[in-house]
């Protein structure tokens, strides 16, 4: 029984042991819920709990541990040859032998010894399938028969049932707590390799930046500069071009929607302006390739300006474009929210409409108007696509924006794109460049915890 019918088989389990407990429950008071500790229904929740999360975790566990179970027996079996080849060498072979089992092996002679094992491997497949189905079902099994014992009138299944919801809700939040950990000593542990290689003031103030290196001592034309202010410059020149099409052009249409527009008009042109948000961003770098940056150019010939056929203005044009829904719809709940009583009281002290909106709503609105600008700021820093189709892999320092330009998401990409040894400076130069934008980023957030703290102070 493969994993989805698994599944799909310990949910009706569950769904079993849940009309079970509720009607035992039921049973034992003869009817009368008033006599149950709880509702009825905690009592099935309890039962289906004991009968779905036992089982769930052992499948969770089973998938994790049983490649490797597999993988280690088949390197046993295959003996010395395994012990002859490196550790690429060896995943070769077993992704050979993975193939032969599920029938995508292109040649047409399989060596007989490798047949044997590819037989093998799938016959330890089958057995831990079969294993793992029996283990999942008796253990739902047995879940639904000790839980059940445990239904009675004094019973307190609603105590039970949210203690249970609330060691899974901490597991998940840690979850998110333990993965964000990881990235960041990740990116410590490589960017400290990086470093040993490179000095930081050479990555924080150098003007160049050539990761290529040289491969043999006697090439030439690869030393390499691993100068980062080029891709922040280019990082913050795009980004505050984006911001300053789509923090006016979102603030208002904010204002408007929230403010000024007919419901009618409302419902229409929220929804069409959150389509901007669905486009892929594919789909905005060719608008910008082959529309936008030739329009800047060609316009920018007739006036006597030098401009670049890919160009930061391009790319920031069309990337403030893309932003404008994560500030209009954030900007457009969060004025909604403001009290109805601010608006009232200003009208009362003989406020205009223009008047209350710009010395009572934005104001109030504040903090939330600031997290729309922060999201769509984070926004714009990690975009990747639309900066390489419209505006270049040229690491140039400059603030002209007609000039091509290269982010720091842009360089990431690049250094990591083919098979990569991790112990060169070039491709730890990744991880420096991820561990800067991570920095960046909770500098932002900071100032914009900051600015909530004030402002929320003053009108809570």
């Not at 009309?19 to 309890?46: E, I, M, Q, T, W």
């Not at 490179?198 to 290196?213: A, C, E, H």
């Not at 720091?408 to 934008?437: H, M, N, R």
Request: proline share 4%; aromatic share 8%; hydrophobic share 55%.
């Amino acid at each position: 029984m493969n994993t989805p019918i698994l599944l799909a088989v310990l949910l009706a389990i569950s769904a079993i042991g849940f009309h079970v407990g509720r009607r035992r429950a039921l049973v034992s008071v003869s009817g009368d819920a008033h006599k149950l500790h709880s509702l009825p229904n905690y009592y099935g929740f309890y039962v289906a709990l004991w009968c779905g999360l036992p089982a769930l975790l052992i499948v969770g566990a089973w998938l994790l541990i049983e490649p490797k179970i597999i993988e280690a027996m088949i390197v046993t079996a295959l003996g010395d040859q395994a012990r002859d080849l490196s550790e690429g060498q060896l995943q070769l072979k077993l992704n050979e032998i993975r193939n032969i089992v599920d029938g995508r092996f292109g040649g047409k002679n399989i060596d007989p010894a490798f047949q044997r094992i590819a037989t093998q491997y799938a016959n330890l497949q089958n057995t831990g399938l079969m294993a793992r189905t029996v283990a999942v079902l008796a253990l739902g099994v047995a879940g639904l028969t000790a839980a059940r014992r445990f239904v009675s009138p004094s019973f307190r299944a609603r105590n039970k049932v949210e203690a249970i919801l609330t060691s899974i809700l901490v597991l998940s939040s840690m979850v998110a707590i333990v993965t964000t950990i990881g990235i960041v000593l990740s990116l410590l542990f490589e960017a400290t390799r990086f470093f040993q290689v490179i000095p930081v003031t050479d990555f924080l103030f150098g003007l160049k930046w050539s990761p290529q290196v040289a491969i043999r001592e006697d090439q030439v034309g690869a030393a390499g500069a691993f100068g980062v202010l080029p891709l922040l410059v280019g990082t913050l020149l795009i980004s505050f071009i984006a911001m300053a099409v789509a923090a006016p052009i979102g603030l208002l249409s904010a204002i408007y929607m929230a403010e000024y527009a007919a419901p009618g008009f409302r419902a229409i042109a929220k929804p069409l302006l959150e389509i901007l948000a669905g486009v892929p961003t594919v789909v905005y770098g060719f608008f910008a390739a082959l529309t936008i940056a030739p329009l800047i150019r060609d316009n920018g010939a007739a006036l006597g300006l030098e401009v670049s056929s890919e160009s930061a203005l391009a790319a920031g044009l069309v990337m403030g474009v893309m932003i404008i829904p994560f500030v209009s719809s954030l900007s457009d709940d969060v004025i909604t929210a403001v009290p109805r009583s601010l608006r009232e009281g200003a009208y009362g002290l003989g406020s205009t409409k223009s008047e209350m909106i710009k010395k009572v709503v934005l104001p109030a609105a504040l903090p939330g108007i600031a997290g729309s600008l922060l999201l769509a700021a984070s926004r714009a820093i990690g975009e990747t696509m639309i900066v390489v189709m419209a505006a270049g892999l040229a690491a140039n320092l400059t603030a002209n924006p007609f000039q091509a330009v290269t982010t720091v998401t842009v360089q990431i990409v690049t250094l990591l794109i083919g098979d990569q040894e991790f112990d060169s400076p070039k491709t730890l130069a990744a991880f420096a460049l991820g561990l800067l934008l991570f920095l960046i980023t909770l500098c932002l957030n900071v100032l914009a915890f900051h600015i909530v703290r004030k402002y929320r102070e003053q009108y809570d």
